[in-house]
């Protein structure tokens, strides 16, 4: 709360010095103030010129140096000391990245700075100090600040109030779209990747002959980002499309790659473009990773053959290996493919943030292209007015030659008594005084009367251009077209890098395409030690365990099925088979492979089926049908799907077999109903199966009608019960007592069995 003090002090301040206020007020307005100050003057650039204030005092800093394209390069620490001093009160450091990256080729599609040095690699490594390197501007560099001493822009005063700077740049270089730009704000941020200048300048020719365009015909000019380091745009026409009608969305880039045969049907693949802003040498890393994590089984080894040109080579384990399917399973887990965000957030004519869609960023530009015309154009209207006044007062001069010759000899102020006599201005009069005795000759009177001329007709030119909008429409699409063919597809420069394609629909798995395809038996213990079995086998009775140790599950499977292993805590653990341990010994401890907790015990092993349902069980008699695609598990902790608290624990899983459920509890009463009385759910209690007053649940099993329900005894005979209709009711009802001969354990079927 401010305090009513005294104010003795010059501006306003209290006597003591101390501004007394509430800390929420002083936060949100100071951190607002910055805030703003971030968004305008540092995050998001101009949608006119494309340019953030530094890239703009850096090439305003290079035209007052001089520095244009046809001159020599200066150093880069002349040029960064002069926009600190002068233009950008920041530091230097921040000054010289920003200088560096117009200079990129590999960062900007058409570089605005032409340096000379270590100006850094794709590679990531930094460029040399400023003190060594050198630069000047490059013709695109020109273009933006065309027009900047004929009154095209507005001024204001630098930081110190000592000179002024530009707004905003004349922008003959549609630099926002060929250029783009990245920058991070206080709550919002802009990412616009580059764009193909003659596309750009053919959309905007249209935009000019139709300037309600709908987005798709601006896209039949403008195909999608062309960035400077090339690649393969991969993204649905329809998603380029609505990002670009938005303002919002992604392209999905991929590098350019190739296959060279190496002898004896060997080959390898040629990596020449990676995608945007991606560093090469981190891209290696990555791959390199993978391999040593065999992540990528169908790749053997990476080297970087780059010198000027991206040449990275990568070599498959075997000549066998479709190259498609290698690069396919790349493309998913490493750097080769990149997305590529939109969001055009720029500042628009009025300082104000905003997202524009493509017709809205490219009619900003004309726009701005036509106030530059018509300040140009006024401001050498009125150097031609000026000239002309002078011109009449030669002219004057020169028709009354011998009177001007006396009034200046003979008159004591001639400057009036030309004024006087010949009713002529201020100008003019002192432009007559001041010429020279040489000029009053015919010729002289000549070239007066044909400047005189040129000047009027260029008048009558430009006020014409002033006063139609159909004129100054007309000349923007000439400066336009002037520009499409100094940047046209057959240029070197100007040729779109980046294709598009589509990616190619593959109907296999790419996780198991690099896996030779085996059948193997999973064996899991009782105690929980895993392995994998070569071959299909039936008879498991001559298995070795370790002491105290036995069979608990098995499973029929190939190596690039999924092992599916459903524990007491309710959760599922995923396995892949061909990782498994081989089955020489006694396997591994399965708590190596997945976060299974010691109190808790495998219920369930088998192979993963994703067109088959479920039904899960605990012990307190609760339980639900689950999709099994909806229970796959993507890391080591499993994925909850049985919600068990207190004592209970998940006791069973089985597939649906038919469409009914047995339920036998510790009770040994069983219950019969039907599965659809269960519902389906992706993680849960569940609902009640039977009903018991001591005990649990036991177990559970799903038949059909037709074949009756049967379970198998303590001699292993198979029993039918053929009076199983009686034991039918509704779910969560207790039962009725089993049949005679039932198995003492309670189970239907016993529970080491081979799943198949």
């Not at 990129?104 to 400023?130: E, T």
């Not at 798995?509 to 059948?519: G, N, Q, R, S, V």
């Not at 365990?545 to 599922?572: M, P, Q, R, W, Y």
Request: glycine share 8%; proline share 4%.
């Amino acid at each position: 709360m401010a305090k009513d003090t005294k104010t003795d002090t010059p501006g306003g301040l209290p006597s003591g010095g101390i501004i007394e206020e509430h800390i929420d007020n002083a936060l949100s307005t100071r951190y607002l103030a910055y805030a703003l100050s971030t968004i305008t003057q540092r995050a998001l650039p101009d949608v006119r010129d494309g340019l953030k204030p530094v890239h703009r005092r850096i090439l305003y800093a290079m035209r007052q140096l001089k520095l244009n394209p046809e001159n020599a390069h200066k150093k880069c620490a002349r040029i960064v000391g002069d926009v600190m001093g002068q233009y950008h009160p920041h530091g230097d450091a921040s000054i010289y990245d920003a200088l560096v990256k117009l200079s990129q080729s590999f960062s900007a599609r058409y570089p605005l700075v032409d340096g000379q040095g270590n100006f850094g690699n794709i590679d990531g490594d930094s460029p040399a100090a400023m003190r060594y390197t050198e630069a000047k501007m490059t013709a695109a560099g020109t273009l933006l600040l065309e027009g900047l001493d004929e009154d095209a822009v507005d001024f204001i005063p630098t930081y110190n109030e000592e000179d002024t700077e530009p707004q905003v740049l004349p922008a003959g270089f549609p630099n926002l779209l060929a250029n783009g730009s990245q920058g991070i704000a206080v709550g919002m941020a802009t990412s616009i990747p580059p764009h193909n200048v003659a596309e750009i300048c053919n959309a905007a020719l249209h935009l000019i002959k139709a300037p309600k365009a709908r987005i798709e015909t601006l896209m039949d000019h403008i195909l999608g980002p062309d960035l400077p380091t090339g690649g393969i745009i991969v993204e649905p026409k329809d998603s380029m499309l609505e990002a670009y009608a938005t303002g919002r969305g992604g392209f999905k880039v991929r590098a350019r790659w190739h296959t060279e045969e190496t002898g004896r049907g060997q080959y390898q693949i040629i990596v020449t473009e990676i995608p945007y802003q991606v560093q090469k040498s981190r891209l290696i890393e990555k791959l390199a990773e993978i391999i040593e994590t065999k992540k990528a089984p169908g790749l053997d080894d990476v080297r970087d053959e780059s010198a000027e040109d991206i040449r990275i080579v990568l070599e498959p384990k075997s000549k066998n290996i479709d190259a498609t399917l290698l690069m396919e399973s790349l493309f998913k887990i490493s750097e080769l493919e990149s997305r590529v965000s939109l969001n055009m957030n720029v500042l628009d004519a009025t300082r104000t943030p905003r997202v524009m869609n493509l017709r809205e960023v490219l009619q900003a530009w004309l726009d701005h292209r036509r106030e530059v015309l018509l300040r140009r154009s006024n401001q050498r209207l009125g150097k031609i007015a000026d000239r002309m006044e002078v011109l009449d007062g030669y002219m004057i001069a020169f028709l009354n030659l011998d009177e001007v010759i006396r009034i200046i000899r003979f008159e004591d102020k001639p400057k009036e008594e030309l004024i006087k006599a010949f009713k002529l201005t201020e100008r003019q009069a002192d432009a007559i005084l001041n010429m020279r005795l040489r000029a009053l000759n015919k010729l002289q009177e000549i070239e007066i009367k044909t400047e005189r001329d040129a000047l009027a007709a260029e008048k009558k030119e430009l006020t014409g251009l002033v006063n139609t909008e159909k004129k100054q429409w007309a000349a923007i699409a000439g400066q336009i077209r002037e520009l499409r063919d100094l940047y046209g597809p057959k240029t070197e420069q100007g040729a779109r890098r980046t294709t598009f394609d589509e990616a190619p629909e593959l109907d296999v798995d790419l996780a198991t395409a690099f896996i030779t395809k085996e059948p193997i038996t999973v064996v899991l213990s009782e105690k929980g030690w895993i392995r994998a079995m070569k071959g299909k086998m039936d008879d498991l009775k001559g298995l070795k365990f370790k002491d105290g140790d036995k069979l608990g599950f098995a499973a029929h499977a190939e190596t690039t099925d999924k092992i599916i292993v459903f524990a007491s805590n309710g959760k599922f653990y995923t396995l892949d088979a061909n990782k498994l341990p081989g089955g020489r010994g006694n396997g591994e401890p399965i708590r190596l492979m997945v976060d299974l907790e010691n109190d808790h015990v495998p219920v369930a092993m088998f192979v993963h089926d994703p067109s088959r349902r479920l039904v899960l069980a605990s012990s307190d008699g609760y339980g639900f049908v689950v999709k099994e695609e909806d229970i796959v598990a993507s890391t080591r902790g499993g994925r909850k799907t049985l919600n068990v608290k207190g004592d209970a624990e998940a006791v069973r899983c089985v597939s649906i077999q038919g469409e009914k459920i047995a339920a036998i509890g510790e009770n040994r009463k069983i219950l019969v109903f039907d599965v659809e009385e269960l519902p389906e759910m992706a993680r849960g209690k569940g609902v009640r199966l039977q009903k018991y007053k001591d005990g649990g649940l036991m177990d559970i099993v799903t038949f059909k009608a037709e074949e009756g329900l049967y379970f198998i005894d303590s001699a292993g005979r198979r029993n039918e019960v053929s009076d199983w209709n009686i034991l039918e009711g509704k779910r969560a009802q207790a039962g009725r007592m089993a049949p005679r001969g039932f198995s003492r354990q309670g189970k239907f079927v016993p529970d080491k069995r081979l799943e198949v």
